[in-house]
Every structure is written in C-alpha cells, then in structure tokens.
C-alpha cells in the first residue's frame, strides 16, 4: 500500500533558506496507522495535524537532499524549461528510491521513490513489500499528467489553488491508496477520462 503522494520544491526558492523544501500537495493514505515509534496517540487534532507535516517535511527534505546530490553527481545544470515542454522535462527527470529506516520518520520500514522535474519532485512513499516497478510507472504517471494538466512548469503555476484535480487524479489512479495493474486499453481509456475531467 502508498503511504503518501507529495508534490515539493527540490530548489531553493526566494522566501526558504536554501536546505529547506517546501511541500505544495500532500495526500496521505492511512498516515495515522503508520506512527512515529514510541508516540502514542494524540487525542488533539491540532497535534496530530503538526506531527503529520513533520513526517511529511522529513520525507521532502530528504529526497530534496537526493535530488540534489543526483544532479551534482550527474553534472547536469538546473535550467527552467518552458510551458510545452513538459514531456521533455519529464524525460529528463532525476529518479530515485530512498529507504526510510524505523523511525525515520515512521515507525515502519518504507520506501520512497522520488522523480525530479526542473525545481518539482514527486514522491511516493510505500511500504517495502510493494512492486516497486509497478509503483514507478504509477509515479511517473501521475507527474506526466500534473505537469500536462496543471501547467506545473509555467510561472505562477497554482498547484495550490488546484489540490481537487490532483485528488481527482490519485482518486482514478491511486485508489485508496492501492497501485493498480493497468492493461493498454484502460489507461488509454483512463487518460481520456482524466482530460475530460480536467478541461471542465
């Protein structure tokens, strides 16, 4: 099963120091079955609502940490690309798995593949006994049709002013959570759907 889904910065960004992320979607599936080791159960929302974007800003700084070490493994150079070039830039991606150990940030082992798009990544955290192919494609996936539908790469993309189409797209993609076995012709049909939903 997917842990979380998130969409972060992996660049610095005026407004951040330049180690920090800043996360611009999160979904969590089942979060609160996968505590922190030693932490019971908090009975105030507010506390749980903190200690679950503390996980999740754990999560992002450490692929942001990946990401960026992969880049300056690889030499590549951080160049901005424009609206329509969003299949270029997927093709270009930075891609890579992160084992997080127990406690690091949930009490269980889980895995965390990341994608890096220009100054974006996506990140999806599953537990270990998942497909790991299966869950790459899914990925992939989902950041092709964020960046085509949602214009991630333009200026002033709001993402955060569109979370109900990116929920849309792990409601079809990502049901609850569960990576799906997809055949050609239901993606196909799948991708259709998805399109006439988000020109609406």
Excluded at 10 to 30: H, K, M, N, Q, T
Excluded at 50 to 67: C, D
Excluded at 117 to 143: D, I
Excluded at 164 to 181: I, N, S, T, W
Aim: hydrophobic share 40%; with cysteine; proline share 3%.
């Amino acid at each position: 099963m997917v842990v979380c889904f998130l969409i972060h910065t992996v660049c610095p960004v005026s407004a951040l120091s330049p180690a920090e992320s800043r996360i611009l979607y999160s979904r969590d599936f089942g979060l609160e079955d996968v505590e922190l080791s030693g932490e019971s159960r908090e009975d105030d929302p507010e506390k749980r609502r903190l200690a679950r974007k503390e996980k999740l800003g754990v999560v992002a700084r450490q692929v942001r940490s990946a990401v960026c070490l992969s880049r300056e493994v690889a030499g590549s150079v951080y160049v901005e690309a424009v609206l329509g070039e969003e299949a270029v830039a997927l093709g270009e991606a930075e891609r890579g798995v992160l084992s997080l150990g127990h406690g690091e940030p949930f009490a269980g082992q889980s895995i965390a593949l990341w994608l890096g798009v220009q100054a974006l990544a996506f990140t999806l955290v599953c537990q270990p006994q998942e497909n790991l192919l299966l869950a790459e494609g899914t990925l992939r996936n989902l950041a092709r049709h964020c960046l085509e539908e949602l214009r991630l790469l333009g200026t002033g993309s709001e993402v955060l002013l569109k979370s109900d189409r990116v929920d849309a797209m792990l409601q079809r993609l990502l049901p609850h959570g569960q990576l799906l076995f997809l055949n050609h012709r239901f993606a196909q049909n799948m991708d259709k759907e998805l399109s006439s939903y988000m020109s609406k």
